[in-house]
C-alpha cells in the first residue's frame, strides 16, 4: 500500500482482555517498529523487526506484551491481561532498509483504552 | 541509552514569526530525525541529518555532531505549522518529548 496501514483505529478493552494490534507496513519495507505513546509523552520505543526477525525487544514493559512478524509483512502485538497503565496510542514505523537508515514511515496507530 | 532533551516544551508564535526548535542529545549517534505529529496521532517525518544542514521549503534542520545539538527552524511561520515537533536519535528512535508549537493568525 501506499503508507502504513493500521488497524483497529481505536480500540476500548476491559481489564483482563487480550488485545491484538496488527500493522500492515509499506510494501517491501524491511524494517518494523512499535512504539508506545502515552498521552502528552513522547513515543517510547517497544520493539524492532527486521524482515521476520525479532532483533530487539527490550522495549517490550513486560511479558504480557509480545509481537511477531511470522512472514516479514504484517506484524501483529499483542497485549494480554491488559491493565489501565495499557492505555495509550500504539504507533508501528517501517523504513525500507535495515535500522531505519533511511528513514520512516509511520502509521496512524492504534488508541488503546483499558477500562 | 541516549538521553534526548529538547527546549521549549510550549512555544506560541504570531503568524510570520521565525521559530527554531532545539534537540539534544547525550551519546553519539549517526543520525539524527526530526519528525512532527499532529492532533489525532499522525507522524511525519521531516528530516533525517547526519551532518550539515538540510532545508525544504519554509523548514531547515541543522545538527552539530561535537555539541550533540540540533535544531529546527521555520521560517515565516504559518498557523498550518502548529503541531508537535519531536526529535528523535539512534536506530531505535529514541524520542525527545516534543515541542508544541501554536502559530496564531
Known amino acids: 500500500g501506499a503508507g502504513v496501514s493500521q488497524s483497529p483505529r481505536y480500540k476500548v478493552a476491559k481489564r483482563g482482555q487480550d488485545v491484538a494490534l496488527r500493522c500492515d507496513p509499506i510494501s517491501g519495507h524491511v524494517s518494523l517498529f512499535w512504539y508506545q505513546q502515552a498521552l502528552g509523552q513522547g513515543p517510547e520505543f517497544l520493539t524492532y523487526?527486521?524482515?521476520?526477525?525479532?532483533?530487539?525487544k527490550s522495549g517490550l514493559p513486560s511479558d504480557r506484551f509480545f509481537a511477531e512478524r511470522p512472514e516479514g509483512s504484517v506484524s501483529t502485538l499483542k497485549i494480554q491481561r491488559t491493565q489501565q497503565e495499557d492505555s495509550a496510542v500504539y504507533l508501528c514505523?517501517?523504513?525500507?532498509?535495515?535500522?531505519?537508515?533511511?528513514?520512516?514511515?509511520f502509521g496512524s496507530g492504534t488508541r488503546l483504552t483499558v477500562v | 541509552k541516549n538521553e534526548v532533551e529538547q527546549s521549549p516544551q510550549n512555544l506560541t508564535a504570531q503568524e510570520g514569526e521565525f521559530i527554531t526548535i532545539n534537540c539534544s542529545y547525550s551519546?553519539?549517534?549517526?543520525?539524527l530525525h526530526w519528525l512532527q505529529q499532529h492532533p489525532g496521532g499522525g507522524i511525519v517525518s521531516l528530516f533525517m541529518l547526519s551532518s550539515g544542514k538540510k532545508k525544504h521549503g519554509r523548514l531547515i534542520a541543522t545538527i552539530n555532531i561535537q555539541e550533540k545539538h540540533s535544531s529546527l527552524h521555520i521560517t515565516a511561520s504559518h498557523p498550518r505549522d502548529s503541531a508537535v515537533y519531536i526529535c528523535?536519535?539512534?536506530?531505535?528512535?529514541?524520542f525527545g518529548k516534543g515541542t508544541k508549537l501554536t502559530v496564531n493568525p
Open positions: 551519546v553519539g549517534i549517526s543520525a
Open positions: 523487526f527486521q524482515n521476520e526477525a525479532q532483533l530487539d
Open positions: 528523535a536519535v539512534s536506530y531505535e528512535l529514541v
Open positions: 514505523a517501517s523504513s525500507l532498509v535495515g535500522q531505519g537508515t533511511n528513514g520512516y514511515t
